[in-house]
T-cell receptor
């Protein structure tokens, strides 16, 4: 099946710093989503981005489908950005089921 | 806004008990999903349903069953809870089309003692 690899596994930043999280996937995809899991465990939708670039405030994402990777950019990080960021994909020709990466744990210190 | 709710945030049950986890979505979504999340293993799909009374096994269905009698409600059943089913359980829903987004509930932390 499709492999989804996220890097780095852990990231520690000072408040105000910028960061880039990466998601590599091993096959073509219909669907790619980025989620943020907050400290209470809820998965919050950040982006639906099977291709192209999107921005939402301090966050932006780019997916280069032909090269099978996606990047999540966080600018001017805040302590509330802490948590785990997941990338999830649905392979092309798939069955509308997402395959998740292992996540990147982000800690933003004040 | 899409809303997916789960019946409990925290649940403590004893080994051998029958456990019901309920999930309700308010967006008329066709697809509903149950995942469990464990440290080091990530999110794993237990079951999903694409219509009322329809279900498909995910990656780890053993020890679980599901019920979908109404479109908005998807239940996960642990017939006889065991300690290795202590986990975070997450429910999700989405529309039935290629360009879908999956939306998650707040999760239920289940402890089986």
């Amino acid at each position: 099946g499709i492999q989804v690899e996220q890097s780095p596994p852990d990231l520690i930043l000072q408040e105000g710093a910028n960061s880039t999280l990466r998601c590599n996937f091993s096959d073509s995809v219909n669907n790619l989503q980025w989620f943020h899991q907050n400290p209470w465990g809820q998965l919050i939708n950040l982006f639906y981005i099977p291709s192209g670039t999107k921005q939402n405030g301090r966050l932006s994402a780019t997916t280069v489908a032909t090269e099978r990777y996606s990047l999540l950019y966080i600018s001017s990080s805040q302590t509330t950005d802490s948590g785990v960021y997941f990338c999830a994909v649905d392979p092309q020709g798939g069955s509308e089921k997402l395959v998740f990466g292992k996540g990147t744990k982000l800690t933003v210190n004040p | 806004d899409v809303k997916v709710t789960q019946s409990s945030r925290y649940l403590v049950k004893r080994t051998g008990e029958k456990v019901f986890l309920e999930c309700v979505q308010d967006m008329d979504h066709e697809n509903m999903f149950w995942y469990r999340q464990d440290p080091g293993l990530g999110l794993r799909l237990i079951y999903f349903s694409y219509d009322v009374k329809m279900k498909e096994k995910g990656d780890i269905p053993e020890g679980y069953s599901v019920s979908r009698e109404k479109k908005e409600r998807f239940s996960l059943i642990l017939e006889s809870a065991s300690t290795n089913q202590t986990s975070m359980y997450l429910c999700a829903s989405s529309v039935l089309r290629a360009d879908y987004e999956q939306y998650f509930g707040p999760g239920t932390r289940l402890t089986v003692t």
